[in-house]
């Protein structure tokens, strides 16, 4: 299994980005989808997320402000990013729980991270 996030760049404050997380490999069926940010010299925290019935819920820093998004078909999740905050500035993760086949275990993946930088 393969998560590959992409999106990231360099906005101006105010402005806006959309995440997007691709998945490959042997995925049958994926539960709760995830994002997560990294700051420099921080840990990991949780921005959003989204159930199998497309129930969300999001980080007070970011409420009103991001939009998280799944499609069940094309197995991919994205983050719609608006009025950007320079304390926006981190990596950016997605992060699946997903099993391989019918009845087998959860598992959870992370993919690669992309950079959001936010300018003032």
């Known amino acids: 299994v393969q998560l590959q996030a992409s999106g990231g760049g360099l906005v101006q404050a105010g402005g806006s980005l959309r995440l997007s997380c691709t998945t490959s490999?042997?995925?049958?069926?994926?539960?709760?989808m995830y994002w997560y940010r990294q700051a420099p010299g921080k840990g990991r925290d949780l921005v959003a997320i989204?159930?199998?019935?497309?129930?969300?819920n999001y980080s007070d820093s970011v409420k009103g402000r991001f939009t998280i998004f799944r499609d069940d078909v094309k197995k991919t999740t994205s983050l719609q990013m608006n009025s950007l905050k320079p304390e926006d500035t981190a990596v950016y993760y997605c992060?699946?729980?997903?099993?391989?086949?019918?009845?087998?275990?959860?598992?959870?993946?992370w993919g690669q991270g992309t950079l959001v930088t936010v300018s003032s």
């Open positions: 992060n699946i729980e997903f099993r391989a086949s019918r009845g087998a275990p959860w598992e959870d993946y």
């Open positions: 490999g042997n995925i049958f069926s994926i539960n709760n």
């Open positions: 989204i159930g199998r019935g497309g129930d969300t």
